[in-house]
């Protein structure tokens, strides 16, 4: 999906199943724009005056997150929970101190997936996994040493 493309956006909602409207489309091109994980409040801010009111954007979340045209990211940030568009599976590196998110990729996290699966005497399948490493940026580490 191209960057502020509403049309992308509802041929998208289509594609996943999801009635395309006007605000679920909005929701989609703000965090294809956004290109990182946002807590609702986050997101009424970029939506601006969209006509959303935060039940109304948490259900729409959900509906979206639970077909996998977003994904739900826990950063342990209390009980802000986070959205992001995904292109490419990745995960995340969280500064402890600022917030600040960097994502990563790497095939060895889907191996130890594949594997802790396989090892597994409850489970026989894995639908998605997830990995965010946390700890404290160089900017924070830095102003600590100044």
């Given amino acids: 999906m191209k960057q502020n493309s509403h049309e992308d956006a509802y041929a ?3 594609q996943s199943g999801h009635r395309a409207t006007e605000g679920r489309a ?12 946002m807590t609702v409040p986050e997101i009424i801010k970029k939506l ?5 009111n935060e039940a109304t954007l948490y259900r729409a979340l959900e509906a ?7 994904r739900r990211v826990d950063l342990q940030k209390g009980n802000a929970r986070h959205y992001e568009f995904v292109l490419k599976h990745h995960h ?3 500064c402890l101190k600022c917030g600040v998110i960097e994502p990563f990729s790497n095939e060895l996290c889907g191996r130890i997936a594949e594997r802790a699966i396989k090892k597994s005497k409850l489970f026989k399948k894995a639908s998605d996994h997830s990995l965010e490493v946390f ?4 900017r924070c580490l830095n102003k600590n040493h100044v």
């Fill in 64 to 70: 979206l997150a639970s077909s996998l045209v977003i």
């Fill in 48 to 52: 601006g005056h969209a006509g959303l």
């Fill in 92 to 94: 995340h590196v969280v």
């Fill in 135 to 138: 700890g404290v940026c160089v």
């Fill in 12 to 14: 998208l909602l289509r």
């Fill in 26 to 37: 909005r929701i989609l091109e703000v965090l294809v724009k956004e290109q990182k994980p």
